[in-house]
């Protein structure tokens, strides 16, 4: 009982600290706005040393999925929570289970590193989904823009502001791009590296294809605007009619997992009697990959391309 109620006050110690850092990230961008107009003086040694590690190469990867993930942190303070999540997860482990130091270590860390990638993925995708749905939308504003006598530019401001995020603020930045003398196709062209949408693609060859050599530029994103929710309903048709093959992968995930836990609790610590030897060891990592491959399979027949 006092193991759970640890594991609990621990999980909310997380979800308390998550509120903070989302508050102290806002706090961060607006500061770095105001010092990049000049109307913030603050100057500070560590907070140019972790400007520095947050610019490092080797943390582009990192840098990009954060930015595609939509959260507004840097990498230090990401890995900062990692750190700290190893270690909040090295104590779970220790109240529920006998392992040692070293299974510890190993087992919290590749839990803590796995969780974090998974929960950036699992943001990217939704923030991904959530755009996609919108390209619809995006195109009948610009038509209807271009109709009423904007020009592009202007249209892709009127995006910008009257759409909700994700398509408003990612516009927003390409509105930003070009005010600053950015092209039109480059400005495009990094917003398709961080969101390669076909649909977002097809807007904006559509823009440049016009700009080069003219046309009716209303009528096709009216065109594309019906073709693009057409597809979104056989979409929402297909998600509906592969639903139960991702309930069984969902299943293969959580299913061993708990009968792990049982066994745990009601054989005497049989599972980390049972990870104290090599031979477990060889045998979880055995399971891991099958687990892996089951979930790849299951993802690649239940995934249809529309």
Known sequence: MLAWLAALAILLIFVGLEGVVA????????????HSVGLSHEHSPWRERIHRIDQWPRLEFLRRMLRQADLAITPFFFLV??????????????LLFLFGVAQLAIMST???ITGAYLYLAFRKDAYLKSFRMQMPQVALTLSNS??????????IGVVAEKLPRPAGVEFRHVQQMLELGTPLDEAFEYLLELFPIKELELISSTLLIHRRTGG??????????????????????????????RMTMIMVMVLPISILL????????????FFSNPIGWFFGALYIIVVVVALLL?????????
């Open 216 to 245: 009716d530029l209303v009528r096709a994103l009216t065109t594309m605007s019906n073709a693009v929710l057409a597809r979104q309903r056989v979409e929402r048709e297909v998600y509906t009619v592969t639903s139960e093959g």
């Open 262 to 273: 049982i066994m745990e609790f009601a054989m005497d610590h049989a599972v980390s009697q």
């Open 81 to 94: 929570g990692v750190f700290f999540a190893i270690i909040a997860t090295a104590v779970i482990l220790r």
């Open 23 to 34: 508050q102290r990230s806002r706090d961060h961008l607006v500061k770095g706005r105001l």
């Open 110 to 112: 590749a839990i803590v």
């Open 146 to 155: 271009l109709r009423s006598g904007l020009s592009v530019m202007q249209a």
């Open 298 to 306: 299951v993802k690649r027949i239940t995934h249809i391309e529309v």
